[in-house]
């Protein structure tokens, strides 16, 4: 059974950084892609960035681009958001997502093409 584990959330002022962690257990995740995604109050999900787990290959969003990286350490399951230049509107719930499938990581970036979720971690940005 998959299971998706964040951490790493907080509060942070605007144009500080935030590390997000996501431990992933229950089976090797080769040929599976992970994703990050947030969540403000009252908006709908929304796609950050994700990355194959094998290759390593990434897409990220254009809303985030050149300020958040998306990585993996194979060796410790756990995929990471390096969040640098915060701004409040960064604000949101950021949660860890997988699914089985390498190709198309620019494509497929909406929350019901992913299977499995984490319970989610809070990022709060202060003015």
């Known amino acids: 059974q998959v299971q998706l584990v964040e951490s790493g959330g907080g509060l942070v002022q605007a144009g500080g950084s935030l590390r997000l962690s996501c431990a992933a257990s229950?089976?090797?995740?080769?040929?599976?892609?992970m994703a990050w995604f947030r969540q403000a109050p009252g908006k709908e999900r929304e796609f950050v960035a994700a990355i194959t787990w094998t290759s390593g290959s990434t897409y990220t969003a254009d809303s985030v681009k050149g300020r958040f990286t998306i990585f993996r350490d194979s060796a410790k399951n756990t995929v990471y958001l390096q969040m640098n230049s915060l701004k409040p509107e960064d604000t949101a719930v950021y949660f860890c997502a997988a699914r089985y499938g390498t190709s198309g990581i620019n494509i497929y970036v909406n929350h019901y093409d992913f299977r499995y979720w984490g319970q989610g971690t809070q990022v709060t940005v202060s003015s």
């Open positions: 229950g089976r090797t995740f080769s040929g599976y892609s």
